[in-house]
């Protein structure tokens, strides 16, 4: 497998903070366009969005592209810190559990 690099846990927990915000970059778009379409008003005759393409273009050419990003500053105030402890205590349990740092983890430590 290869040898064991030891990472700074403060590299773990920057990387932790920037994949959480990345995660959210990627999926807050399609968060906003269920929302959008859950909470459309339910008149029999009147439709806002006939599906997640229409509200996906009727957003985009009313708001702009930030309009899919609406509503995520509080999202990202959780998401990127709950990642950042995430990934750091998973980089100081694996250091916790490494008895000979030039013997790399099986398995089942990892898991």
Do not use: W
Not at 12 to 23: H, I, K, P, R, Y
Not at 58 to 71: A, D, H, P, W
Not at 77 to 85: N, R
Request: aromatic content about 8%; some cysteine; overall charge positive.
């Amino acid at each position: 497998m290869g040898e064991n690099i030891r990472v700074s846990p403060l590299k773990n927990f920057v990387a932790g903070g920037f994949g959480g915000a990345c995660l959210l970059l990627a999926g807050h778009p399609l968060d906003t366009i269920k929302v959008r379409l859950q909470t459309q008003p339910k008149a029999a005759q009147y439709v806002l969005y006939t599906g997640t393409y229409d509200c996906l273009r009727k957003t985009v050419s009313k708001e702009g592209i930030l309009g899919l990003y609406k509503g995520m500053g509080a999202p990202l105030a959780g998401v990127a810190p709950m990642m950042a402890i995430s990934f750091f205590g998973f980089g100081l349990g694996k250091q916790l559990q490494q008895t000979d740092p030039g013997k790399p983890l099986t398995l089942v430590v990892l898991i």
